[in-house]
C-alpha cells in the first residue's frame, strides 16, 4: 500500500478541537502526520479534497444487521457497503438475531466479518436468546470479543436480572445497553399515546414508559455501581433523569438516533409505516428535548440504530408492520442539519459520532493523530442529495427520511489507510 497524502482538506477532530486547512498522511494503513503545510514523501499519492472536510470514520454506536437469521432484510456485505457509503468505519452490531449472539463462538464469528471495509465490534446478549429469563455467559462473552452487553430492541424487564446484570458487567470490565421501554406498558403499542394516535386509530405507548424503565435503572446503578447504557432516548423526562444523574456522578450515559431529533410524530402521516419505529416518534416538545440534550452534553453519542427490514415487513397495516428503519447512508447528513440549522457546533456534531462513541468504548480509533488507525472520511457540508428510498446503498431500504433533501455528502472513506467508498 502506497503512501496517500490528502491535501487540501478542512481537517476535523473533536478529540483535540482540531478545525482547520492542512494535509494528512496515511502510511502503512495508519495515520502517519497531519497539518497544514505538510508535503508528499516521495513516490506518495495525492488526493485534492478540494476544501472538503476530512475527518475520523464514524464509529456507529448501534446497528441491527440481519445476518445471522435474517439474510433477506440485510446481510454483512450489504451493510457494510451501506456503511462505507456513509462514512462508518467502525459498527457495534446487536445480538438480537437468530441465533441470538449468546456464543462465545457467535461473538467470534461476527468479530471476523466485513475485514477491509468495517469492522465490526458484537455486543453479546445479557440474557439466553434475548429472551429475559437468564443471563448470559458475561465472561465467556467478554473473552470472546463481546463490547458490552444488552437485549438489543428487547428490555430487560425483570429488575432482578437487571441488576445482576450490572453487577456482572462491572466484574468484566462491561456496561450494560438498554433498551428504555418498560414492557408492560409498550406491549401492543404502535405510536405515541396522545391525540394522534387516538385520532388514527392506533394502540399507544405511553412517553412514561421510557422514564420509568430509566429511573428504575438509574436507581440500579446506584445500587451496583455498575454502569449503564441507555440507547435511542426520545424523551425529554428521560433526559431529564439522565441529566441528573450524572450531576450525581453515576455511571450513566445515554445515545439517540437521527429520527428522534429530525422528526417528531405527525412524519407517520397517514399511515407512513416507514416511520414506525421503536421507541415511537414523539412529540415536537420531546424532539426539542432531544436537541437541547445533543448541545449540552447530555447525549453521549448519536447512532445509526440501523434496523433493516424488507417490503412485506412493512407493507402491512400500520399497528401490525415492524417498527425500525435503516440509518447507516444517512446517519452523518441528518446529523448535519444540527449544524446547517444552527443548533450543534460542527466539530460538536461529529465528536457525537467519533471521539465520544470511541472513547466509550475504549477504542483507539475516532481521532485524527499519528499512529491512531487510518479512518477516515472525507464529505462536502453544503454538497446536497435527497433521501429516497430504493436508491440507498445496501439492501435494506426502509427509511423514515424517505424524499428528505439533506446537505452533507460523502465523497470518500478509509477503513486501515484502504480506500472502501468514493
Known amino acids: 500500500m502506497r503512501d496517500l497524502l490528502i491535501h487540501n482538506a478542512r481537517l476535523l477532530d473533536p478529540a483535540t478541537g482540531l478545525d482547520g486547512p492542512g494535509a494528512l498522511l496515511l502510511r502503512g494503513g495508519c495515520i502517519a502526520d497531519l497539518g497544514p503545510g505538510l508535503t508528499a514523501p516521495e513516490g506518495a499519492e ?10 475520523p470514520g464514524l464509529v456507529d454506536l448501534r446497528a441491527a444487521l440481519g445476518e445471522p437469521g435474517a439474510e433477506h432484510r440485510e446481510t454483512i456485505g450489504s451493510a457494510a457497503l451501506a456503511a462505507a457509503a456513509g462514512g462508518i468505519t467502525t459498527l457495534c452490531a446487536l445480538p438480537d ?10 461473538v467470534a464469528f461476527l468479530a471476523r466479518q466485513a475485514a477491509g471495509s468495517l469492522t465490526i465490534l458484537p455486543y453479546g446478549a445479557a440474557t439466553r436468546g434475548c429472551a429475559g429469563k ?12 463481546a463490547i458490552a452487553f444488552t437485549d438489543g430492541r428487547r428490555a430487560i424487564g425483570s429488575a432482578r436480572l437487571m441488576r445482576l446484570a450490572l453487577s456482572y458487567a462491572r466484574a468484566f470490565g462491561r456496561f450494560v445497553v438498554q433498551h428504555p421501554e418498560d414492557p408492560s406498558l409498550a406491549a401492543g403499542g404502535a405510536a ?4 394522534r394516535a387516538t385520532r388514527m386509530g392506533l394502540p399507544g405507548i405511553p412517553p412514561a414508559a421510557e ?4 429511573a428504575r ?5 446506584r445500587l451496583t455501581g455498575g454502569h449503564v447504557h441507555f440507547a435511542h432516548v426520545s424523551t425529554g423526562a428521560a433526559l431529564d433523569l439522565i441529566r441528573a444523574a450524572k450531576t450525581e456522578g453515576l455511571s450513566v450515559t445515554c445515545d439517540t438516533a437521527p429520527p428522534y431529533f429530525d422528526l417528531n410524530e405527525t412524519a407517520i402521516g397517514e399511515y407512513r409505516t416507514y416511520a414506525k419505529l421503536s421507541p415511537p416518534l414523539r412529540a415536537e416538545a420531546d424532539r426539542l428535548a432531544v436537541v437541547a440534550a445533543l448541545a449540552d452534553g447530555t447525549i453521549d453519542a448519536v447512532a445509526s440504530d440501523h434496523q433493516p427490514h424488507d417490503a412485506d415487513d412493512k407493507r402491512l397495516p400500520f399497528a401490525q408492520a415492524e417498527p425500525g428503519g435503516t440509518g447507516l447512508a444517512t446517519l452523518l447528513a441528518v446529523t448535519l442539519a444540527q449544524v446547517h440549522g444552527g443548533r450543534l457546533d460542527l466539530l460538536e456534531a461529529i465528536g457525537l459520532m467519533t471521539a465520544r462513541p470511541a472513547a466509550l468504548l475504549g477504542l483507539g480509533s475516532g481521532r485524527l493523530k499519528p499512529g491512531a488507525p487510518g479512518d477516515l472520511v472525507l464529505f462536502s457540508l453544503e454538497r446536497g442529495w435527497q433521501v429516497v428510498s430504493g436508491k440507498l446503498p445496501g439492501k435494506a431500504q426502509n427509511t423514515p427520511f424517505d424524499g428528505r433533501a439533506l446537505e452533507g455528502r460523502v465523497l470518500g472513506t478509509w477503513k486501515d489507510g484502504r480506500r472502501v467508498f468514493g
Open 192 to 195: 405515541t399515546e396522545g391525540e
Open 211 to 214: 422514564s420509568m424503565m430509566v
Open 97 to 106: 438475531t437468530q441465533p441470538a449472539i449468546d456464543d462465545p463462538a457467535l
Open 134 to 145: 437468564d443471563l448470559a455467559e458475561f465472561g465467556l462473552l467478554r473473552e470472546a470479543g
Open 46 to 55: 495525492t488526493l485534492d479534497a478540494g476544501g472538503a472536510c476530512l475527518a
Open 217 to 221: 435503572d438509574i436507581a440500579l446503578a
